[in-house]
């Protein structure tokens, strides 16, 4: 069984910063990518970032481009996402995901994802 758990959630001001933190444990594999969505209340869940694991590339949801940065941890099966200048709007619980295997163009969608953290709570005030 894989174990996926996300830290690094809080609360901050407009134009703050966070650093999430994400690993995956357990019987982890092989593993294609990992990522991290976010939903707010009321609303989907939504992609947020993805970066696969045999050349690092990395994908990006048009709302966080410029500001957010994802990227693999030392450690085997981790990932962080570096979040600058947030704004209220990005006030969700963030998810973090891997993928067992899959293509490039699945990482944008929750379905291409195996296995999923509890969430951890990011709260922007204005």
Excluded: H
Excluded at 72 to 99: H, S
């Amino acid at each position: 069984q894989v174990q996926v758990v996300e830290s690094g959630g809080g609360l901050v001001q407009a134009g703050g910063s966070l650093r999430l933190s994400c690993a995956a444990s357990g019987r982890t594999g092989t593993t294609f990518a990992m990522g991290w969505f976010r939903q707010a209340p009321g609303k989907a869940r939504d992609f947020v970032a993805a970066v696969d694991w045999s050349v690092s590339n990395t994908y990006y949801a048009d709302s966080v481009k410029g500001r957010f940065t994802i990227s693999r941890g030392n450690a085997k099966n981790t990932v962080f996402l570096q979040m600058d200048n947030l704004r209220p709007e990005d006030t969700a619980v963030y998810y973090c995901a891997e993928a067992k295997w899959g293509t490039a163009g699945r990482l944008e969608y929750a379905r291409g994802y195996d296995y999923w953290g509890q969430g951890t709570q990011v709260t922007v005030s204005s």
